[in-house]
């Protein structure tokens, strides 16, 4: 699902054909061979970077651990940092975060999870993620424009009622999974984080025209410190960064569902 400043947007893809189960698309083929020698090339590699370690010395640990700790767009930007995830909640969104730069990245992935969340569909739930996650003079100006985009014809389209609810029989997904975040500006009292996701979206049902797939997305989220926390003052979001499309077997949208049901989410820390 797709979120911005200005409206709320849901990708849909719909099934290629109308008879069967969306969901149990047959594995994508001609990829075995290439796979074996990426395979065999990795593990080539990894034997001659084990060497080169081995045989490294260690006088440029210091430097390395330095370049690790900055928020420069480096390999190592969002190494961890061994701190724990916050502990408090409020209206069910951690809440908490530490007055510096990492508090402002953890903030910026729990707050994507939840703004790309199946919760923000719900009119009833919608409420309190507002009043939890922006700042207070923003609260009813994007309460307004949420209820602008998802509106009662928006929700038909994806197959939920009014009150952001599926079909009986059917489960709305949309999960979403930060895979790293960056600090573009910080101050004391604002900072701008880019929350780079995967996530998965969609309706599991036998008969679902919406079928659950998965993106790739960047959110940027403006922060500003209030009320003793970190707090969204305007998000946006783009595509990408995408990888290469693996070749898994799609599941059933009966497995699609239960996972849903069975896992869990998480809680971020930098």
């Known amino acids: 699902m797709s979120l911005g400043d200005d409206t709320g ?47 490294r010395g260690g006088d440029d640990s210091a430097a390395e651990e330095g370049a690790a700790s900055a928020d420069s767009p480096k390999a190592a930007a969002t190494a961890p940092s061994g701190k724990k995830p916050v502990t408090t909640k409020a209206a069910g969104i951690p809440a908490g975060f530490t007055h510096d730069r990492e508090g402002a990245q953890s903030a ?23 009043q939890q996650v922006f700042v207070a003079d923003k609260q009813a100006a994007l309460e307004d424009q949420f209820s602008k985009a998802y509106t009662k014809d928006f929700l038909s389209n994806i197959g939920l009622d009014e009150n952001g609810n599926a079909a009986a029989g059917n489960t709305y997904v ?25 996530g998965v979206f969609g309706t599991a049902g036998e008969k679902s025209t919406n079928p659950v797939t998965s993106d790739w997305f960047t959110m940027t989220l403006q922060l500003r410190w209030a009320d003793n926390d970190w707090k969204v003052e305007a998000f946006s979001q783009k595509d990408g960064p995408a990888p290469v499309p693996g070749d898994d077997k799609a599941s059933t949208a009966e497995e699609m569902a239960k996972a849903v049901q069975e896992y869990g989410g998480f809680t971020y820390a930098r």
Do not use: H
């Not at 008879?19 to 001659?48: E, K, N, Q, W």
């Not at 910026?108 to 507002?130: E, G, M, Q, W």
């Open 108 to 130: 910026a992935a729990n707050y994507a999870v939840v703004l790309v969340s199946a919760d923000i569909l719900k009119p009833a739930r919608r409420t309190d993620i507002v």
């Open 9 to 55: 947007q849901t990708r849909i893809r719909l099934p290629e054909g109308s008879d069967g189960d969306p969901y149990g698309g047959a594995r994508r083929g001609g990829r075995s061979s290439s796979r074996s020698l990426v395979t065999v090339v990795g593990v080539v590699v990894l034997l001659i970077a084990a060497i080169a370690f081995a045989n």
């Open 174 to 198: 949309s999960r979403t999974m930060p895979i790293g975040t960056k600090v573009t500006s910080y101050s004391d009292t604002t900072a701008a984080v880019e929350v780079w996701c995967s």
